[in-house]
């Protein structure tokens, strides 16, 4: 609309010239041309000139100063290029400057996400289940639409998209789950130890069942016995016992916790995934504490453990938990500019000093 306007007024400066003096006019007019298209081609020397739409602007403006028969003599393109040029500027005065598409608007993109992380975090829904919840939050849309996005999504959006997995399963569970499982641990003269952990998963606060060089299920029941009597009313907000197909878990060592009320899931063959938080707490075991210093025999490992089991449930970060320890419900937060010396952060050595933990100064 600008440049129209603004070609509207230099042709009509222009067509008052020629009211008053025509001949005069016409020579001047074509010394501009001729001027402005050295311009040009001195601006891009070697290589064929292209015209911007200022220069267009100008000829076109220029073009009704000069007669037209002589626009091929005097104009470096052809008159139908002018004409052309005449048309696109009077066809952008009527162009709209609303340019959107017709047709109704598509969804936005951050109802799209919605409609997706509803869909995973809820696979029993449905695309009209969705539908009912986005219109309980005000967001009319039709099922159809919903469809679509989902689908595109690659989500199935039957009602019914699968089972759910594993990790649902755990994740819903997990406040009412403890896991067990045996670690095997080579000593320094190479005499095989096993150590029996429990962890819950809701909390991950992780428990020394017992070490022994000879575990048999007597022993495996007497490790359970301690930690139901260690735990005393904690035991009872437990509803699930993960265990895999070891035959030192015995059906006495399964009675000791039926008696609390509690079930047991026995895991399948080979699927280490099915007690996944208890695999990964092993594989943390290792890399963080067993893979890093020699053991003597059963007493030293019996007390390395402990001394890390002081550190895991009281000071080492889970990202599970927000970063907090399983013995620390709250966590205090700091903004990082009160950090004005490092200095104020003490380092303290623990278990044995392979691992470090950090305390502000007193």
């Known amino acids: 609309m600008l440049l129209s306007l603004i070609y509207r007024v230099v042709r009509c400066l222009c ?23 050295n311009q040009v081609l001195r601006r891009q020397l070697g290589g064929r000139p292209r015209w911007g739409r200022a220069d267009r602007l100008w000829f076109a403006a220029l073009s009704r100063l000069i007669q037209r028969r002589r626009w091929a003599e005097v104009f470096p393109v052809t008159p139908a290029t002018i004409l052309r040029w005449h048309r ?24 799209k996400a919605l409609m997706v992380r ?3 975090e809820n696979p029993t829904w449905g695309h009209r289940r969705i539908q009912g919840e986005l219109a309980r939050l005000g967001y009319t849309i039709a099922a159809s639409t919903v469809w679509e996005i989902l689908h595109a999504a690659g989500i199935d959006p039957a009602p019914l998209r699968a089972g759910p997995s594993w990790r649902q399963f755990l994740t819903a569970q997990a406040h009412a789950i403890i896991a067990c499982d045996l670690v095997v641990v080579e000593t320094i003269l190479l005499k095989r130890l096993y150590v029996l952990v429990f962890i819950e998963h809701g909390t991950r606060r992780l428990y020394l069942g017992g070490v022994s060089a000879h575990p048999t299920g007597t022993w495996t029941v007497q490790q359970a016995r301690n930690l139901v009597m260690d735990q005393g009313e904690r035991i009872t907000r437990l509803r ?8 030192l878990f015995t059906v006495a060592f399964r009675e000791v916790f039926t008696a609390e009320g509690l079930r047991f899931i026995t895991t399948l063959p080979w699927t280490p995934r099915m007690n996944a938080i208890c695999e990964r707490v ?9 893979d890093r210093i020699l ?19 009281g ?3 889970h990202q599970s938990r927000h970063q907090r320890p399983p013995d620390t419900a709250t966590q205090s ?24 933990e950090y305390h502000h100064a007193a």
Request: aromatic share 4%.
């Open 15 to 37: 067509g008052l010239v020629p009211v008053l003096v025509r001949s005069d006019a016409s020579r001047e007019a074509e010394l501009l041309v001729l001027r402005h298209e």
């Open 88 to 111: 696109n500027l009077a066809a952008r005065k009527w162009t709209f400057t609303d340019r959107r598409r017709p047709g109704r608007p598509g969804t936005r993109r951050p109802v």
């Open 118 to 120: 509803m869909a995973r």
């Open 240 to 247: 699930f016992v993960i265990h895999d197909r070891d035959p």
């Open 282 to 290: 092993i594989g943390t075991l290792r890399r963080e504490l067993l």
């Open 295 to 313: 053991i003597l025999g059963e007493r030293h490992l019996a007390l390395v453990l402990r001394e890390y089991l002081i550190h895991y449930n």
């Open 315 to 317: 000071h080492r970060p």
């Open 333 to 356: 937060t700091r903004d990082t500019t009160e950090l004005n010396n490092p200095r104020s952060i003490r380092r303290r050595p623990v278990v044995a000093g392979m691992i470090s």
